[in-house]
């Protein structure tokens, strides 16, 4: 008797196939055996009065539901200049999306609803991403020349987004090795998605036409770190010029990344760095564990070609409906369709991310391209199944399936069962193949799923609505005067002042340098000091205090000043700050009596010590001259704290 398949322990013998490894146990001989490469598109908006082809005011965003007009689109895809379709358009326009865009007069115009040409290029804009293209050793270009970027998501109102390159070829510096640079884009930005559900998609069109800036890199980068750092790098590059939106939504990146034998997946909208090394780790062995795939699936059928799937719909009688999904599509009418998918036994619990098998892959894509919203399917390899066994027999034998065959059971509206069919064959299909060109979305948890077929050259072409702009050597180099400081100097300055590494995310993440700069500066305080006050203690503080106002990071300057002007100990900031940081308008002198700070000179701090010493030898026999020094300390810590140092206390309990 056959032993009976265990779709858990199949996904656990073809985790060890691929050889995966947790990404805190990989070293660089794990990413150099799988070919692990990898290149960054980093995103960030440009600090303008207004949007990049129009003159409606950048930076305004709803922050509620209401809204003064609704816009509904249906995107087709148009022929590039070499008359062939990009097969995203082709994508999406298969989805049959009823695009829905949300207007407020206050920050849309007719140009971004496609019904007015564009306006001359915002100059400010490209100012600002000259200057900083010229940061990131770029050449810039003689004549700028924008064209148009094909997006059928409906995330751009006119199914393009208008694109220009300002410099190409530079480089930016990391620890062990320098990055190379493609190019530096300025482009407008796109809406923020709503909703998307079945068949209906919701924007918001404020952050619709906000200058953007886009940094491409090469695939220089040959371990998760390395793009991680590579992207902070860039992001704080950007910062530091002031030129850029700070915030949530300012800055997102796209990021590259492949493995020997693999393809090019892009993963989309990587909200935050710390997640890069998981992200990158992971995909590449998707990737790795695709080719896997590949390998099992042509050992198997030599002739991928003559390949097919068959279907038989499936009535709600042939098995017990308990599955909550399953009985809303009953309550729907839903149609419930199984598949069969010959030799691929074993393949559906083949193990692709931690947590995710193949099968994931088709509930992504039926979600995106047939538009069944999730849960939409179920198969015979899942870890608990939701069909009983009996009832799966069953199904096995209307399909007239073998016992090297997989099935998939899907459910969702009759009109778009052809497109779920479809889209089920043609990623088997995908998988005689290895792995295939996608655009995938982050997760938090470092894993990924289907976004949408990666774009090609096909969806660029030039915008006939612009002229060319030149850009005369001169006014070049003028935009290259008064640059501020490289990110790379800054760093250095700051290991100079020994000011401790872990702060040095925070403070270039925050563009807090000048401003730290500025304080030692101008008030004369300890280097050391000031960039640890800003890279723990501020840090520390707006993790776990919320401002009752606006938080202007420019108090700080004169919060310093104060407890200079007034002669008061340094140590005390560290009292102040949680109170002026909850309360911005709150005077300082005012934060002082909240913690209870009297001003006692140092005389008669120090006049408590004698009688502290003859105490402590009444509580302690052990004739410990640190051990005393410690207790005296701790017993006038906080009469001292702003008014003396604790080393010059100390010094004074010692006799030094």
Partial sequence: ???????????????????????????????????????????????????????????????????????????????????????????????????????????????????????????EALEKAIKISHLSKLKIVGEVHITRKQYLDGSIPT???????????GEIPLKNKKIRLIQLSLEEDSCREVSDIGHTRIYKTDRLGMPLIETVTYPDMVNPDEVKE?????????????????GIGAGREDVNVSCKGGTRIEIKGVAHTKWIPELTHNECFRQWALLNIKKILNERVPDPKSWKISHEFISYQTTKVKYPALKAAKANNYKVVAVNLPDFMGILSHFTQPGKVFANEFTDRLKVIACLERPNMTHSEEFVPIIAEADFEKIKKTLKASENDAQIIFWGPEADVKTALETIEERCLMAFAGVPNE???????????????????????????????????DYINKLKEDLPQEVTER?????????????????????????????????????????TFFGHTLKFVEGHYKPTAKFKHTILFHLFKFVKEQNIDTRILKQMLPIVYEHPKIDFESVLASIKFKRIEKNEIVSHIPFLKNKFKTVCRKDNTEIEAKWIMGELRNTAVGNISMTELYKSIVGK
């Fill in 230 to 246: 590579a992207c902070n790098y860039i992001r704080f590059l950007n910062r530091s010029t002031g030129l850029v939106r700070v």
């Fill in 159 to 169: 199914g393009f987004q208008r694109t220009a390159i300002i410099g190409v070829e």
């Fill in 1 to 123: 008797m056959k032993n009976k398949f265990d779709p858990a322990q199949n996904y656990n013998n073809t985790l060890k196939a691929v050889g995966y490894v947790k990404r805190k146990e990989a070293t660089q001989k794990t990413y150099t055996d799988i070919g692990f490469m990898s290149g960054l598109e980093v995103h960030q908006q440009i600090d303008t009065k207004e949007k990049l082809f129009c003159r409606c005011p950048a930076g305004c965003y709803h922050k509620n539901e209401i809204f003064d007009a609704e816009v509904i689109r249906h995107m087709r895809p148009t022929l590039s200049e070499l008359g062939e379709y990009d097969g995203t358009a082709l994508m999406e326009f298969r989805t049959k999306k009823e695009i829905v865009y949300r207007i407020k007069n206050e920050t849309t115009c007719t140009y971004e609803v496609d019904d007015t040409p564009p306006f001359p290029l915002n100059r």
């Fill in 491 to 531: 760093y250095h300055q700051l290991k100079k002042w020994d000011v401790p590494e872990d702060t040095y995310t925070f403070i270039f993440k925050r563009n807090h340098y000048p401003l730290i700069v500025r304080i030692i500066n101008e008030l004369g305080f300890d280097p050391k000091f000031v960039g």
């Fill in 439 to 473: 655009t995938r979305k982050s997760l938090d948890d470092g894993t990924n799923i289907f976004e949408r077929v990666l774009p090609g050259a096909d969806r660029m072409y030039p915008d006939t609505d612009s002229k060319p702009i030149p850009l005369p050597n």
